[in-house]
């Protein structure tokens, strides 16, 4: 008689407990396997495409990491890592955009107006990529410390501070394929723009917003003069780059990155083929590690993308959390059919153990 096959385990984290993605991932599928030994778990790190997308990619990868200095959001060097893979003959190189423009660069306070910081360092990382020898270049980008729609990364490429040299920036950049790894599609311009999140997700006076919401339609109305914005072929009308999706992303790092031709995507959708950890979810448990699984997060990043791509492939879904605020009815709309949180003083390993008794308890003799 041929025994059961053994059921398989896919964990995918994006941190948790105060713990990296990697480890979160690593503890909870070390618990579940002790506790579920006739069961295969494996462990994948996954990432928004915010701050720590580039170290993800790196570990997951074994990528070549290249360390350098790049300007910070306002003006002074900062360090930051260019992660390379070389592939079927092309050679990718990932980005972290928090390495030079992330929140922790700035003291608290200036946050509450970022006028005059400036994006040049993702610039400045994007160039040094294309140096290495990079034919392809994939940007994670998420809440940034400056908010500038880009103008300091097009100026560090070329385009100057006018941006007069633009239309030839984007020629000059055509044999490389960009790519925009954002943690959501907002537009760069309106009420869900760029200018509007930070009122929204970080407090900035509404009267600070609506300024920089003016400075981002003026720099956008320069940008299409430069290059006129090509007109949909049903409708006829012009194709408005600022009110792309993720143009908006990082202050405007992604409208800038996506003037010159950047594929977009969502950093956890885009993870999901580049890991290849799609490919591992049909036939498997999902269970999803993260430190929040609430409102925001069963709609954006991680565990919203991986749960819909389970979903899509009939794999049943379970998420460990350190917080849990979202029904049980929320949660079967996306799929996932169990949410855990951890208890006081409950290590994440322990509630792995808890959990595994459940969805893969050991068969009787």
């Given at each position: ?14 941190g948790a407990a105060g713990l990296p993605p990697q480890q979160a ?341």
């Amino acid at each position: 008689m041929t025994s059961p096959p053994r059921p398989r385990v896919v964990v995918v984290s994006d941190g948790a407990a105060g713990l990296p993605p990697q480890q979160a991932a690593e503890d909870v599928a070390a618990e579940w396997a002790r506790s579920a030994p006739h069961a295969d778990v494996e462990a994948h790190a996954s990432s928004d495409g915010g701050a720590g997308f580039g170290d993800v990619v790196a570990g997951a990868l074994g990528a070549a990491r290249h360390p350098v200095l790049v300007p910070g959001p306002l003006g002074e060097e900062v360090p930051a890592e260019i992660a390379v893979v070389e592939r079927g003959g092309e050679v990718t190189a990932y980005l972290d955009s928090a390495q030079a423009c992330g929140r922790h660069l700035v003291p608290e306070g200036r946050l509450e107006d970022p006028s005059g910081m400036s994006s040049a360092g993702v610039g400045r990382l994007v160039r040094l990529a294309r140096e290495l020898g990079a034919s392809r270049i994939v940007v994670g980008v998420g809440p940034l410390a400056c908010h500038d729609g880009g103008a300091g990364l097009l100026a560090e490429l070329g385009a100057g501070e006018d941006l007069a040299r633009l239309p030839e920036v984007r020629h000059g950049w055509a044999d490389v394929r960009l790519v925009l790894a954002v943690t959501r599609e907002s537009p760069l311009l309106g009420f869900h723009g760029a200018s509007a999140t930070l009122t929204e997700d970080h407090g900035v006076a509404p009267e600070v917003s609506q300024r920089l919401e003016t400075a981002l339609g003026e720099l956008s109305d320069r940008v299409n003069q430069l290059l006129p914005p090509a007109r949909d072929l049903l409708t006829g009308l012009p194709r408005r780059p600022e009110r792309e999706a993720g143009s908006g992303v990082g202050g405007g790092v992604g409208y800038a990155l996506q003037l010159l031709g950047a594929r977009t995507g969502t950093g956890a959708r885009l993870l999901l083929e580049e890991l290849g950890i799609g490919r591992r979810l049909p036939g498997g448990l999902l269970v999803l590690v993260s430190a929040a699984y609430d409102g925001r997060t069963v709609h954006d990043g991680v565990v919203a993308e991986t749960a819909a791509a389970a979903l899509g492939t009939a794999t049943p879904t379970v998420v460990l959390a350190d917080s849990v605020a979202v029904g049980r009815r929320e949660g079967m709309a996306l799929g996932v059919s169990g949410s855990y949180e951890r208890r006081p003083g409950e290590a994440l390993g322990d509630l792995a153990a808890r959990v595994a008794r459940t969805w893969t308890p050991v068969p009787r003799a």
